[in-house]
T-cell receptor, first 112, second 114 residues
Framework: NAGVTQTPKFQVLKTGQSMTLQCAQDMNHEYMSWYRQDPGMGLRLIHYSVGAGITDQGEVPNGYNVSRSTTEDFPLRLLSAAPSQTSVYFC???????????FGAGTRLSVL | DQQVKQNSPSLSVQEGRISILNCDYTNSMFDYFLWYKKYPAEGPTFLISISSIKDKNEDGRFTVFLNKSAKHLSLHIVPSQPGDSAVYFCACFGITGTASKLTFGTGTRLQVTL
């Protein structure tokens, strides 16, 4: 039972490069979200989705795009990476908005 | 504007003793509260939760207490075990701005020593 799968686990980018962080869940959860974890800042919500075709901004959305074409996948796109986006990124899914969230193992991103 | 704060970045407790982790929030619209535990190189995992209509919820060695008037919740671990060493995040659910969201605290690193 895979749960929430994030790829890649590690990535190094140069400033200005673009990339997509992948997130897939096999629990048929409607709600999915992306967080970033920075020292002393906890987990901050970037974007979230309450179902296929529906996305909304979280606390720190600038510099990131998302889409939700299927229930299973929720990719996070960095169009032009900046050093301030160096962080650990977590994807999570939940059966509903108030439900317990299940997290992936994270993607550690460094932007040079 | 940090709506959820964990003022102790770290805590060290001896094995067998009680660990008490604290969390304060400012948003009176929060009505559901959770604790997550995170080991290095892993994602957070759910530990225990409490609704705003309760003041205590217990699950084995873990108990969460909620003081709504003080906007304070705490997690008690009794007895503490070395495997409890991890980072603990509190999280609060409720209306933030124009939508209902989950807001996480900054985390407390617990070390349980032998």
């Amino acid at each position: 039972n895979a749960g929430v799968t994030q790829t890649p686990k590690f990535q190094v980018l140069k400033t200005g490069q673009s990339m997509t962080l992948q997130c897939a869940q096999d629990m048929n959860h409607e709600y999915m979200s992306w967080y970033r974890q920075d020292p002393g800042m906890g987990l901050r919500l970037i974007h979230y989705s309450v179902g296929a075709g529906i996305t909304d901004q979280g606390e720190v959305p600038n510099g990131y795009n998302v889409s939700r074409s299927t229930t299973e996948d929720f990719p996070l796109r960095l169009l032009s990476a900046a050093p301030s986006q160096t962080s650990v990124y977590f994807c999570a899914s939940s059966p509903n908005l108030r439900g317990v969230q299940y997290f992936g193992a994270g993607t550690r991103l460094s932007v040079l | 504007d940090q709506q959820v704060k964990q003022n102790s970045p770290s805590l060290s407790v001896q094995e067998g003793r009680i660990s008490i982790l604290n969390c304060d929030y400012t948003n009176s619209m929060f009505d559901y509260f959770l604790w997550y535990k995170k080991y290095p190189a892993e994602g957070p995992t759910f530990l225990i939760s409490i609704s705003s209509i309760k003041d205590k919820n217990e699950d084995g060695r873990f108990t969460v207490f909620l003081n709504k008037s003080a906007k304070h919740l705490s997690l008690h671990i009794v007895p503490s075990q070395p495997g409890d060493s991890a980072v603990y995040f509190c999280a609060c659910f409720g209306i933030t701005g124009t939508a209902s969201k989950l807001t996480f605290g900054t985390g407390t690193r617990l070390q349980v020593t032998l």
